[in-house]
């Protein structure tokens, strides 16, 4: 095996990714309550939503172990990437990189490199494949981790939500915001910040208008988009996300648009309804 990519669970995986040996998932956990769940391959997307509705409390999430990133890493594939969720919204980066560091004490020879997304969800997924793009076409090690690291650079991810408690409960947003917003059936365009941080783009009143400054705000951040990827995740909202590809097909020039359904993580911020764009 030549290489092999890592994606915490926050990302998530194209199907045929799933039957691949070159990938692997390393699973957050996902607290409702007092409840313990596991963002494996076991993860129900609807009796998850209907557990954190009946939950007055927030959800939450725990990264992986050093030592559960250690063991992905103990293989034989002559490059190792993992791709983790922004390190600004989570410990998975530092979890990698601390795991990475411990393995390569016994095996100093090891070429194992831990890319920060500074994104989540179906942005990692994109980095993943850009990863699998440059191994196939015979890069070296140095030369994917330069290459894909430029692409980090220039990637923009996007979302809308139809329910803004998660957020505000995990301290994203005010609770003051969140409250007018839901009381005037605001959606902020939220997306992310060259660091990794959410950050508002703009809003709309009500889903549909939302939708479209999203798409407003995906082409004027897209420049020369015929050659990219643009990748849909969407959480329990399938009919949303093809309105979204519908719209990016009539407007934009793009190489492929992927759509996915949320895993765990990107379950829980997402929340019933929400979508999510990255390109």
Request: net charge negative; hydrophobic share 40%.
């Amino acid at each position: 095996m030549r290489y092999k990519i890592i994606i915490d669970s926050c990302g998530e995986l194209l199907d045929e990714w799933k039957k691949d040996e070159c990938f692997e998932s390393i699973p957050l956990t996902l607290m409702v309550g007092a409840e313990q769940i596991i963002d494996d391959e076991t993860f129900d997307q609807a009796e998850f939503i209907n557990k954190v509705a009946a939950c007055p409390e927030c959800p939450k999430s725990a990264c992986p172990s050093p030592e559960r990133y250690m063991r992905a890493y103990d293989c034989e594939a002559e490059h190792i990437y993992a791709v983790t969720l922004s390190s600004e919204l989570s410990g998975s980066y530092n979890s990698a990189l601390l795991g990475r560091d411990l393995i390569m004490e016994d095996h100093p020879d090891k070429k194992i490199h831990v890319f920060n997304s500074r994104s989540a969800s179906i942005g990692e997924s994109l980095i993943g494949m850009k990863i699998q793009e440059c191994e196939e076409a015979g890069m070296s090690f140095e030369e994917v981790v330069s290459t894909v690291e430029h692409y980090i650079e220039g990637q923009h991810t996007f979302f809308i939500l139809e329910n803004l408690d998660t957020l505000r409960k995990n301290g994203r947003l005010s609770k003051v915001k969140a409250l007018v917003a839901s009381a005037l059936k605001i959606k902020p365009v939220m997306g992310s910040t060259d660091d990794g941080n959410i950050c508002q783009l703009d809003q709309a009143r009500g889903m549909n208008r939302a939708l479209i400054k999203l798409v407003e705000q995906v082409i004027e951040k897209t420049p020369d988009s015929a050659e990219k990827v643009l990748a849909i995740s969407h959480c329990n909202c399938p009919a949303r996300a093809q309105v979204l590809k519908e719209a990016f097909e009539e407007r934009m020039k793009l190489a492929k648009i992927v759509v996915l359904d949320t895993a765990g993580v990107s379950s829980m911020y997402a929340n019933d309804g929400g979508v999510i764009v990255a390109v």
